[in-house]
């Protein structure tokens, strides 16, 4: 009997397969009924038929199992295949659930047709069965992997949204919420001052920590939805003895009423400073705290404790995020951290978070530990490097200005203070000259900054008699740079930096930075 | 002692009002003048002279930055102090680059601006201590 027509009279008895196999697929399907799990499985079956029976010439067969689309007669698309794919996508079928089920129903067609004696040689059509899987298990392999892979770009794009639109709202709060508390700031001030009863001053200093609090919830929430990745959003290091003051509050903000958040140590003023910026710690405690919380809130609410301990001769401060959860067995405390692991139900969580903390803490020189048992909570552990304070004391780099321009020397002035440089200012060309030799020696580095009010010989003399560490950035095109003068070997060297008369503070501050990377190179 | 004369922009009337009350306890510093825009701005330079000019950025019709720019070019004595609640770094940086001698963060308040004021006046350039934090040379 012809393929076509063997379906079509045992159509009872392939759906009926059909039924059975979508029933096995688990728990998507265990609440649907006969008709819900053949759905469409009848049209499809008869477009099959009907595509069997239409002639194909050798071209228009190649161009269809290319999977071209101008192939005819592939309008399953419009029929019920394209229906059944919309409905098994609604239904919650995961892509290789929805392709099992066509390699069933093909593995049954020809296997049911073969037994009927559908064709002359049968262990040729066994053959052909047998491709047909194997090549169909690859493809559901394949399918599988590529399926997982686009939810979980789709789940980081979604999380980069999130943190996108949050850092815009948390602006735009910041901003609303300075306009407003800076005036509120000065009335309680002048308040203060005023000649009240004696019974509105603790009004009036309760008025005074509401302010204070909302400037820090302000200040909190700007680090909270600051960029991870970029490191210019906060200092390269966060002072732990005052951290937790601005941090507890936008944590404490999010945390629902059945989940109670206790401080032990980490408020401590004698906690040192820690090699991690303000916004990266903020962020990874913060989904520490966030985790912990909805392992809480699944039993009913809890308690979180954040302590931190100082262990001095690791260098080394262990900041800790400790629940009374319900806790991780052997196999979830293993693959936590691996990306997209999540125990949370779909669309819940990104299963990024702890992946995330792992990786900003590796890239600041931090580790992150986490012990868990069933029944008896969590603890994660922020392993945080110390900024060292007893260093040596910093080598003596010294800044000198020949400018006119008040507004370009005081813009210098501060970018360079702000990374530690000696600035002097000189009213004439030479006055501070480069010091004696043995000063010299012991410096790490000297920078001159001049405009055409310095002399140029005078200049080209500190660049002489400076040694390797003397760097000279130039406003303006005064100095002489022609081929062959001492002046384009300096350039050549990195040693002379050239920018414009009238530079912008984007490129002055390129210029300082390249000088100052000299030095440290 | 010689106190400095401050002209503040706002189109925010109670930061205007909060800063009239807080110069007026600070001996070193009188206001000469307060705009709740910047349609007045250039009449008001030219009469008032002020040493410094505090400025709000986000503000309706001409640009903050623009009006900064041709006080820059205009070689008028008046340095300007950005007094902002916004703390985005490419707006401090565009804000730097338009001439402003000081960026102060609003929500580092009123005592902040003050010593910014004073900074500015001695010749540096002044960032509060938010801005400081965004702009460190690094």
């Not at chain 1, 698309?77 to 919309?86: E, F, K, Q, S």
């Not at chain 1, 995330?356 to 008896?376: F, Q, W």
């Not at chain 1, 790490?444 to 390797?468: I, K, M, Q, T, W």
Request: hydrophobic letters at 45%; a negative charge; glycine letters at 8%.
């Amino acid at each position: 009997m012809r393929l076509s027509a063997f379906i079509l009279s045992n159509m009872e008895r392939i759906l009926q397969e059909w039924e059975d196999f979508a029933r096995a697929l688990g728990a998507v399907t265990k609440s649907m009924d006969a008709k819900a799990l053949r759905d469409h499985a009848k049209d499809i079956l008869s477009d099959v038929a009907a595509d069997l029976e239409i002639y194909q010439t050798a071209a228009q067969q190649e161009a269809k199992s290319k999977g071209s689309v101008q192939a005819p007669h592939s309008e399953f698309a419009a029929t019920g295949a394209g229906r059944h794919g919309d409905v098994r996508a609604t239904e919650g079928f995961t892509l290789d659930q929805m392709v099992s089920e066509y390699r069933a129903l093909r593995a049954s067609v020809l296997r049911l047709w073969t037994r009927a004696g559908g064709m002359a040689d049968r262990s040729e059509a066994e053959q052909i069965t047998r491709f047909n899987e194997a090549i169909d298990e690859a493809l559901a392999e394949s399918v599988k992997r590529y399926a997982r892979d686009v939810e979980r770009l789709i789940a980081a794009a979604h999380a980069k949204e999130r943190m996108a639109a949050l850092g815009t709202l948390s602006a735009g709060l910041g901003h609303d919420m300075s306009n407003v508390l800076m005036p509120m700031g000065v009335s309680i001030a002048e308040l203060e001052h005023a000649a009240l009863p004696p019974a509105s001053k603790p009004m009036l200093e309760a008025l005074r920590r509401s302010v204070e609090h909302l400037r820090g919830l302000t200040r909190g929430l700007r680090s909270l939805s600051a960029d991870p990745e970029d490191a210019r959003v906060s200092p390269a290091s966060t002072d732990l003895s005052t951290w937790w003051a601005e941090a507890t509050l936008p944590y404490k903000w999010t945390l629902s009423a059945d989940v109670r958040l206790h401080a032990s140590g980490v408020e401590s003023t004698a906690l040192p400073a820690v090699a991690v910026p303000k916004h990266v710690l903020m962020q990874a405690v913060f989904n520490l705290v966030q985790n912990a919380a909805e392992a809480l809130s699944s039993q009913g609410g809890g308690n979180i404790w954040v302590s931190a301990t100082e262990d001095r001769d690791e260098g080394t401060v262990s900041l800790q995020v400790r629940d009374d959860g319900p806790g991780m067995d052997a196999q979830t405390l293993a693959r936590c951290t691996e990306p997209f692991f999540t125990t949370k139900p779909r669309g819940r969580g990104t299963g990024l978070g702890l992946s995330l903390v792992r990786t900003a803490m590796e890239r600041h020189g931090g580790r992150l530990l986490i012990n868990s048992e069933p029944g008896k909570g969590s603890t994660f552990a922020l392993i945080l490097p110390v900024v060292q304070r007893d260093a040596q004391p910093q080598a003596v780099r010294t800044g000198i200005l020949t400018l006119r321009d008040a507004r370009v020397r005081a813009m210098i002035a501060a970018l360079l203070s702000g990374v530690g440089v000696e600035v002097s200012v000189e009213r004439e060309s030479g006055q501070a000259g480069v010091g004696p030799a043995a000063e010299r020696a012991t410096a790490h580095g000297f920078l001159r900054v001049a405009d055409d009010s310095a002399d140029p010989r005078e200049v080209l003399r500190f660049l002489d008699e400076g040694g390797p560490n003397v760097r000279v950035v130039v406003l303006g095109n005064w100095f002489p740079t022609n081929p062959g003068s001492a002046g384009e070997a300096a350039m050549h060297d990195g040693r002379l930096i050239q920018i414009a008369a009238e530079p912008s503070r984007s490129t002055l501050q390129g210029a300082l930075r390249r000088a100052i990377i000299g030095w440290e190179s | 002692m010689n106190r400095v004369r401050v002209l503040c922009v706002d189109d925010n009337e109670e930061i205007l009002w909060a800063l009239g009350l807080h110069f007026s306890h600070t001996p070193d510093i009188t206001i000469v003048g307060s705009l709740s825009s910047l349609a007045g701005l250039a009449a008001a330079l030219n009469e008032t002279k002020p040493d410094i000019l505090v400025l709000d950025l986000d503000m309706p019709g001409k640009s903050p930055l623009e009006a900064m720019r041709e006080l820059d070019g205009s070689g008028a004595a008046t340095r300007t102090i950005v007094f902002s609640g916004h703390l985005r770094r490419e707006l401090i940086e565009r804000a730097m680059d338009a001439g402003a001698w000081g960026y102060v963060s609003k929500n580092d308040g009123e005592d902040a601006l003050v010593t910014a004021i004073r900074a500015v006046m001695a010749g540096e350039i002044a960032w509060s201590p938010e801005v400081q934090s965004v702009l460190a040379l690094r």
